[in-house]
């Protein structure tokens, strides 16, 4: 299985969703599932992708009220045996992750995929995998990135996509994650 990970896209209505980089709309489409770690901004954005293919997302702090009522802050879900957690903001600093950790320990997941800072991020805290997809369309002191998860035989792999312009550049690095 292939999931697509992505946050902050940060489309407001007037942004058609073919600004993202065709790669991205290629990935989207052609993976088993999108996973959408908030701030889509507006319900055209929440829609788009809801069409392109089966959708997982939470709320961010800058989605309109109507997507706020309709999206849970976190959620938690499994594949192949493998717990993920969602949430947007799960901390105050971008670099100190603890807090993170700690909210994944609640919530009892292997993985736990996050948004909000705009910079891709893979970090491991004890058996704890946490994940920052980046930003698409606004990075900070990044590339353009989304994540992308593969999940096979009850193990699963992340790897960060960074995107210049419409060409996809490279896999930046991956990771192994998940118990044999």
Same mark, same amino acid.
Not at 3 to 32: F, G
Not at 60 to 81: A, C, S, V, W, Y
Not at 108 to 118: M, N, P, R, T, Y
Not at 172 to 179: E, K, T, V
């Given at each position: 299985?292939?999931?697509?990970?992505?946050?902050?896209?940060?489309?407001?209505?007037?942004?058609?969703?073919?600004?993202?980089?065709?790669?991205?709309?290629?990935?989207?489409?052609?993976?088993?599932?999108?996973?959408?770690?908030?701030?889509?901004?507006?319900?055209?954005?929440?829609?788009?992708?809801?069409?392109?293919?089966?959708?997982?997302?939470?709320?961010?702090?800058?989605?309109?009220?109507?997507?706020?009522?309709?999206?849970?802050? *976190? /959620?938690?879900?499994? &594949?192949?045996?493998?717990?993920? =957690?969602?949430?947007?903001?799960?901390? @105050? $600093?971008?670099?100190? +992750?603890?807090?993170?950790?700690?909210?994944?320990?609640?919530?009892?997941?292997?993985?736990?995929?996050?948004?909000?800072?705009?910079?891709?991020?893979? *970090? /491991?805290?004890?058996? &704890?995998?946490?994940?920052?997809? =980046?930003?698409?369309?606004?990075?900070? @002191? $990044?590339?353009?990135? +989304?994540?992308?998860?593969?999940?096979?035989?009850?193990?699963?792999?992340?790897?960060?996509?960074?995107?210049?312009?419409?060409?996809?550049?490279?896999?930046?690095?991956?990771?192994?994650?998940?118990?044999?």
């Amino acid at each position: 299985m292939k999931i697509t990970v992505i946050s902050d896209t940060h489309l407001k209505p007037q942004h058609p969703i073919d600004i993202l980089p065709v790669p991205l709309l290629n990935m989207l489409t052609r993976s088993d599932m999108i996973v959408h770690a908030g701030d889509f901004v507006s319900m055209d954005c929440y829609n788009e992708l809801n069409s392109m293919n089966r959708l997982i997302g939470v709320a961010g702090n800058m989605d309109t009220p109507e997507l706020k009522q309709i999206l849970p802050r *976190h /959620t938690t879900f499994e &594949i192949d045996g493998i717990r993920i =957690g969602v949430t947007h903001r799960g901390q @105050l $600093s971008s670099t100190n +992750v603890t807090g993170l950790g700690y909210f994944a320990r609640e919530l009892k997941v292997d993985l736990l995929i996050f948004g909000h800072i705009h910079t891709p991020k893979l *970090h /491991t805290i004890g058996d &704890i995998t946490l994940l920052c997809p =980046g930003s698409p369309t606004s990075p900070r @002191l $990044s590339e353009p990135s +989304v994540a992308e998860l593969t999940i096979q035989d009850g193990k699963v792999s992340a790897a960060i996509v960074n995107f210049q312009g419409d060409v996809c550049d490279s896999i930046s690095f991956a990771r192994s994650l998940g118990r044999k």
